[in-house]
């Protein structure tokens, strides 16, 4: 059974940084897809950043780049999303997902999906102050 415990998340102000953790298990494969979704209310859930296990392809929402870095040491099983300069746009609930081979072609095409994505973790909460 696949497991994916997010943490990491926080109130900082506009300009800050904080770093999200993912910790997974439960993979019993080599060739998988994890990464971050976000969520405000009234909204649907959007991708932010994903990583390919395979070929190392990275997915970032435009609103992110050069702000956010997405790294997977799979020595620690832990996926982290590095945020900085952080704004109130990036105020949202931030889920830790994973997929495989759906979810890799999405990565590699510029347009994940978050029903590529089976396996979800728990929110974590990300509150930017001005």
């Known amino acids: 059974e696949v497991q994916l415990q997010a943490s990491g998340g926080g109130l900082v102000q506009t300009g800050g940084s904080l770093r999200l953790s993912c910790a997974y298990s439960g993979f019993g494969f080599d060739d998988y897809v994890i990464g971050w979704f976000r969520q405000t209310p009234g909204k649907q859930r959007e991708a932010v950043s994903l990583i390919s296990s395979s070929d190392g392809n990275t997915y970032y929402a435009d609103s992110v780049k050069g702000r956010f870095s997405i790294t997977d040491d799979d020595a620690k099983s832990t996926a982290y999303l590095q945020m900085n300069n952080l704004t109130s746009e990036d105020t949202a609930l931030y889920f830790c997902?994973?997929?495989?081979?759906?979810?890799?072609?999405?990565?590699?095409?510029?347009?994940?999906?978050?029903?590529?994505?089976?396996?979800w973790g728990q929110g974590t909460q990300v509150t930017v102050s001005s």
């Open positions: 997902a994973a997929g495989t081979a759906l979810a890799r072609l999405g990565v590699k095409v510029g347009a994940p999906n978050r029903f590529e994505y089976p396996n």
